[in-house]
């Protein structure tokens, strides 16, 4: 199975960027749907965005034009490049991963789960 750490979290300011990385191993991205997720205490935690492995990507409408999930199979590497950042995007952003196709975006349906990297827009 597949292991997955995050990074890249940080404090900023409205308006800024950030770039969150996920290192997999264990195994090939490819192989998996590749999706980020975030939550906020007492809050359900939501769909972020999502990627095949042929590079086909969706995103939740909230993100959607800010955001932008991409991975490098050669390195196993997803990211998730955030550009003019809102307080509101402020949460734990979690890299998930489930073996096959992307259906739907519940985080029921993801298997493996990173530590999670907090993001945090003033």
């Known amino acids: 199975h597949v292991q997955l750490v995050e990074s890249g979290g940080d404090s900023v300011q409205a308006g800024g960027s950030l770039r969150l990385s996920c290192v997999a191993s264990g195994d090939t991205i490819g192989r998996y749907c590749m999706g980020w997720f975030r939550q906020i205490p007492d809050k359900e935690r939501e769909a972020v965005a999502g990627?095949?492995?042929?590079?086909?990507?969706s995103y939740a409408s909230s993100v959607k034009g800010r955001f932008t999930i991409s991975q490098d199979s050669a390195k196993n590497i997803l990211y998730l490049q955030m550009r003019s950042l809102r307080p509101e995007d402020t949460a734990m952003y979690y890299c998930?991963?489930?073996?096959?196709?992307?259906?739907?975006?519940?985080?029921?349906?993801?298997?493996?789960w990173g530590q999670g990297t907090q993001v945090t827009v003033s």
């Open positions: 990627i095949e492995s042929d590079g086909s990507t």
């Open positions: 998930a991963a489930r073996w096959g196709l992307c259906r739907g975006d519940s985080p029921s349906a993801f298997t493996f």
